[in-house]
């Protein structure tokens, strides 16, 4: 019978070498790959997950909020009609809250226009206030859970809820909505596979208008903390959108360091051109990508 060895010559000496079967060789070959395809799967997973990590939710704001939204995500509506004319409009997730009144102080100021996404948090005066003042009432939802994409009935009970607030202050039945982490928002995939490319057509067919942004303040970002930076992130953010050109602007009236900066922000837009309004159903839309 013939082994499966053969005889090598090492320093004078006669040695067997061993020689592997064929059959082993292919059962090493098969469990040395089934490891690299293991490795390379638990790394693309634990990356995958420190990304969703990333974007936990904390006293209802969503922790990772890009510093600008690049334009190829966005769909953008009409130009502005007038050469030339710059326009920002001024948004203000989450609240009402502490930081509000203060807020409208500067607003009224400086006679500029606002537009506010509020939730069922806050006093009803501060709504009232907001609307009587001029500025634009808007819906986000109750209670900015993001339990509320687990379906079409779920987001739509909080939203109804948040409208009949809004109605019942105001008079008025607002149309204008923002989903919380904006359309594009993937946290909601956690709930439903799907559900905001449902919603940002269903909500539209049920006669709401929605707004995302194209300028960000930053400051739901556990990276940024003061005036200075959200200064700095709206600024750079307007200014390079060009002339004929609109921002919208996603702040959050619940940070005092943000509404720190609105005065500043509002000075610098009034001595460079800027005209600042509040949105309205008319106003041309930014819509990012939706990505669930």
């Known amino acids: ?158 939203l109804n809820a948040i409208s009949n607030r809004v109605s019942r202050i105001t008079g008025k039945e607002a149309k204008l909505i923002r989903f919380p982490g904006g359309s594009s928002n993937a946290i909601s995939a956690r709930y439903n596979k799907g559900i905001m490319t449902f919603l940002t057509s269903e909500v539209e067919r049920r006669g709401y208008k929605y707004f995302d942004w194209n300028v960000s303040s930053g400051d739901a970002s556990n990276n940024v903390s003061t005036a200075e930076v959200v200064f700095s992130n709206v600024i750079n953010g307007v200014d390079r959108r060009g002339e004929g050109s609109f921002s919208v602007i996603l702040q959050h009236d619940i940070k005092g360091f943000s509404v720190d900066a609105v005065e500043g922000i509002i000075q610098y837009g009034l001595s460079n051109g800027y005209k600042f309004e509040a949105l309205t159903e008319d106003s041309p839309v930014t819509h990012h990508r939706v990505s669930n």
Do not use: W
């Open 1 to 158: 019978m013939k082994r499966n060895v053969d005889y090598i010559i090492e320093k004078g000496k006669v040695r067997q070498r061993f020689k592997l079967k064929p059959v082993f060789v292919f059962i090493f070959s098969a469990l040395f790959t089934v490891l690299i395809i293991s490795g390379v799967q638990y790394v693309e997973e634990r990356g995958k997950n420190e990304k969703e990590e990333q974007s936990e939710i904390i006293e209802g704001v969503e922790t990772v909020v890009p510093d600008f939204i690049e334009l190829d995500t966005v769909s953008e509506g009409r130009k502005l009609e007038k050469v030339g004319e710059r326009t920002v409009y001024l948004t203000f997730d989450d609240g009402p809250g502490e930081h509000t009144a203060r807020l409208l102080d500067v607003l009224g100021k400086y006679d500029v226009k606002a537009t506010f996404f509020v939730t069922c948090k806050g006093s009803d005066d501060l709504i009232l206030r907001e609307f009587k003042e001029g500025h634009t009432v808007a819906l986000h939802t109750c209670s900015h859970n993001y339990a509320i994409y687990q379906s079409a009935e779920t987001y739509f009970s909080d």
